[in-house]
């Protein structure tokens, strides 16, 4: 058995690496970016991505934040019995993400978009595919050219590719339910029949 283990841990190490560059590669970040927002430098990171560099708890910890994911997640651990997700929400840009799923596969989140005073930033383009739902408020989707309002019971689905920006239509918060995934992963919703 205490082979096995570690190999099993060997494994859950290597993977980390690979984990690590697809997180960052769905949240649409370049090394320089991520280095900005961990303290970590771009060369390190890529080392970790690459497998030629063995993390440390320093490194994980503001990886984990910048993800908002937790550090068992990160690193592969085994699951415990308790299949709750622990919220731990995390504003960036203003905005509030409240992570609703875990690692791998499609992601979910409760996003909350306040109004911004001044400049809208520019809109973003990322790998992957983005479905929205409104719970509240009005959401302004910018999806290239084009602008959409979506109300409450709204929802829109979208290549992260096109350039996109969403934001409250008024002067009130828009809650919304999004599930991302990576490039070739959508979201389909299915009536049942009768």
């Known amino acids: 058995m205490g082979d096995t283990d570690g190999t099993e841990k060997k494994d859950r190490l290597a993977?980390?690496?690979?984990?690590?560059?697809?997180?960052r590669r769905r949240h649409g970040l370049t090394l320089a970016v991520l280095a900005e927002q961990t303290g970590?430098?771009?060369?390190t990171l890529s080392?970790?991505?690459?497998?030629t560099r063995r993390p440390t708890l320093d490194m994980l910890l503001p990886l984990a934040?910048?993800?908002?994911?937790p550090l068992d997640e990160l690193v592969g651990a085994p699951r415990t019995g308790d299949p709750r997700i622990h919220l731990r929400p995390v504003t960036r840009n203003?905005?509030?993400f409240v992570p609703l799923s875990r690692l791998g596969g499609v992601q979910a989140h409760k996003l909350l978009i306040p109004p911004r005073p001044g400049a809208e930033p520019p809109p973003a383009t990322h790998e992957g595919f983005e479905w929205v739902y409104v719970l509240a408020g009005r959401l302004r989707l910018l999806l290239g050219d084009e602008r959409v309002i979506l109300k409450p019971g709204e929802a829109a689905e979208f290549d992260?590719?096109?350039p996109h920006r969403l934001g409250p239509d008024d002067d009130r918060t828009v809650e919304l339910l999004v599930l991302f995934g990576a490039q070739g992963e959508r979201a389909h919703l299915r009536a049942r029949t009768t």
Request: hydrophobic share 40%; aromatic share 4%.
């Open 47 to 51: 080392r970790l991505e690459g497998g």
């Open 94 to 96: 203003g905005m509030t």
């Open 160 to 162: 992260t590719r096109v």
């Open 40 to 43: 970590i430098n771009a060369s």
């Open 15 to 23: 993977a980390v690496g690979p984990r690590l560059r697809d997180l």
């Open 65 to 69: 934040e910048a993800y908002a994911v």
